[in-house]
Nanobody, 126 residues
Framework: QVQLVQSGGGVVQAGGSLRLSCAAS????????MGWFRQTPEKEREFVAT????????YYSDSVKGRFAISRDNAKSTQWLQMSSLKPEDTAVYYC???????????????????WGQGTQVTVST
């Protein structure tokens, strides 16, 4: 089992930056991907970014590409999401996630991840 604990988030003005952290514990050596999703009351949980725990490859949704950067430190079992040039439409609850049980090529699907952080609110004001 993998447990994920998030930190970071908060309120920022449009154009500002925030960094989210996600620390993993437990059977982290079994991880395939660790990523970030976000959710608002109006939308289903949507893919933001993910990083391969094996080779470090990164993938982003079109809506955040060029503004967000995901990174990881295998030795610390921690990943980060650096968010820049934030927009009001980035406002959401952000969740970190880990894919540890079964390797799925559909790493943009929430259902492919089996461990989730507690969620953290990010609010971007105009």
């Amino acid at each position: 089992q993998v447990q994920l604990v998030q930190s970071g988030g908060g309120v920022v003005q449009a154009g500002g930056s925030l960094r989210l952290s996600c620390a993993a514990s437990g059977r982290t050596f079994d991880s395939y991907y660790m990523g970030w999703f976000r959710q608002t009351p109006e939308k289903e949980r949507e893919f933001v970014a993910t990083v391969s725990w094996i080779d470090g490859s990164t993938y982003y949704s079109d809506s955040v590409k060029g503004r967000f950067a995901i990174s990881r430190d295998n030795a610390k079992s921690t990943q980060w999401l650096q968010m820049s040039s934030l927009k009001p439409e980035d406002t959401a609850v952000y969740y970190c996630a880990a894919m540890t049980l079964t390797l799925s090529t559909d790493f943009r699907a929430a259902g492919a991840y089996n461990a989730w952080g507690q969620g953290t609110q990010v609010t971007v004001s105009t």
